[in-house]
């Protein structure tokens, strides 16, 4: 079996995501790899023709930034006193790209992720994360699944 020793997991704070750190833990535990929680998120501002900025203030991000880092130090404190290695990172930039260009920069051996289960219309016009990380990737990437994709609901 092939050892992975830096496995990335994106980590959006998701069921979807959360299906994937549990598989993402299990794969670190038994491999003796470094875990890599990221989160990439894109800054929710618009410039709007004669209107300027519309978005958030720099104090708001701020603590926006501040509230995921807590959350995504919470979720690395409970897996080290599991006993593992568990680094983490935040990014802002569009989602895929900060997973892709990330693992690479990291040397990941694996990415771990969950997908969003997008049909119809949406995902016509966008894609999914998921989808464009496995088109871009320079490494492995393992898709999981909820339990509620898993029995078609």
């Known amino acids: 079996m092939k050892s992975y020793d830096k496995i990335l997991c994106p980590v959006d704070f998701s069921r979807f995501a959360e299906v994937a750190l549990v598989e993402a833990a299990a794969l670190a535990k038994g491999m003796g790899s470094t875990l890599m929680l990221l989160h990439a998120y894109q800054n929710p501002a618009y410039v709007l023709p004669m209107s300027g900025y519309v978005g958030p203030t720099a104090d708001m991000i701020g603590r926006m930034r501040q509230q995921l880092t807590d959350e995504l130090e919470a979720l690395a404190e409970k897996l080290r006193k599991d006993g593992l290695t568990v680094e983490t990172e935040i990014i802002e930039g569009i989602p895929y790209k900060s997973i892709v260009d990330r693992a690479h920069e990291w040397g990941a051996d694996l990415i771990v992720m969950g997908t969003h289960g997008r049909t119809g219309l949406s995902h016509a016009l966008t894609g999914s ?14 898709i999981t699944r909820s339990p509620a994709e898993e029995s078609g609901a």
């Open 129 to 142: 994360v998921a989808e464009r990380v496995v088109r871009l990737a320079s490494c492995p990437v393992l």
